[in-house]
């Protein structure tokens, strides 16, 4: 009767064991599963202050976490500094330009020799260049601080796809390619200004890399989630080893230091797809052409 009543208590005591360890690790998940919750909303605090495991690991969370919040604050204060001066200098450099535009149409007006006809085109193309550079980095900048934000609104873009498609229809035509508007019916969500800056940036591309006599293809494509405004060219083709770095800030593709432009106008569409949630995919292929989709969710 005493070994039943000792393997009674013994057995009891177990449980008692068991269930306590069973409690601790309950109530530790828990408390673990409170400290991520706070870490994730930001209102995480130590609480536990003795020697235990977990009064280290608050403690430690602690201070990742304040390492991580300076960080972000050190991040986002040197975005802001980039971004004010590239404001300066947009601001400071706009009379400058402007003057210089100005001279060198005037200069281009006087009875010159051809050397000097010259040397006055390479002033005006380069004056271009720089407020093209200028007015891209401040966009983009912008973009990236968030000081410029889109407000995507579901419509169409027929009239977005046509209106881009009229602004490069000259430049073609002046250069001997063929721009051609095929099926512009689509629905998504999007900023009509900064998506039609987007397919502008495409048309750009396809224009000044495709040579005379070639052509030049803008439609838009619907998917079950997505419409896509796709460029497609018949240029020289990008290889498989540069495509994936032409969306890339001033990136240049190699043998295209002669053709105008200052590599952003591809990582600017980039930024602009992705702030609505949406994406540009390359397809090409050396000696064929290219073709850029831009991507739009249908719903927001």
Request: aromatic letters at 8%; hydrophobic letters at 40%.
């Amino acid at each position: 009767m005493t070994g039943q009543i000792i393997a009674g208590g013994a057995l009891l005591l177990a449980l008692a064991v068991v269930g306590y360890d069973r409690w601790r690790t309950v109530r530790t998940i828990r408390r673990l599963d409170d400290m991520l919750t706070a870490a994730l909303d930001g209102s995480f605090s130590e609480k536990t202050f003795d020697e235990s495991r977990l009064s280290a690991l608050e403690s430690r969370l602690a201070r990742y976490l304040t390492a991580s919040a300076l960080s972000e604050r050190n991040v986002r204060e040197q975005k802001d500094q980039i971004s004010a001066l590239i404001s300066d200098i947009s601001h400071q450099t706009k009379t400058p330009v402007s003057n210089l535009q100005l001279y060198a149409q005037l200069l281009s007006e006087q009875p010159l020799t051809p050397q000097g006809k010259d040397c006055a085109a390479a002033i005006s193309a380069q004056a271009d260049k720089l407020q093209t550079l200028i007015e891209a980095l401040v966009k983009t900048s912008r973009l990236e601080t968030g000081i410029l934000a889109l407000h995507p609104q579901p419509g169409g873009l027929s009239a977005v796809v046509e209106r881009s498609a009229a602004q490069y229809a000259p430049k073609a035509t002046e250069k001997g390619i063929t721009l051609t508007v095929r099926q512009t019916e689509g629905f998504a969500v999007f900023d009509a200004k900064w998506t039609e800056e987007a397919v502008c940036n495409l048309l750009d591309n396809a224009v000044k890399y495709t040579p005379s006599g070639g052509a030049v293809t803008v439609e838009v494509k619907n998917y079950e989630l997505f419409s896509a405004v796709r460029v497609s060219d018949t240029g020289p083709g990008i290889s498989e080893a540069e495509q994936a770095k032409i969306f890339g800030r001033f990136y240049r593709a190699q043998g295209a230091w002669q053709t105008e432009g200052v590599g952003i106008g591809l990582y600017l569409t980039r930024q602009i797809a992705e702030k609505q949630g949406g994406y540009v995919k390359a397809e090409s292929m050396p000696g064929v052409g290219s073709a850029f989709s831009l991507y739009i969710p249908r719903e927001a």
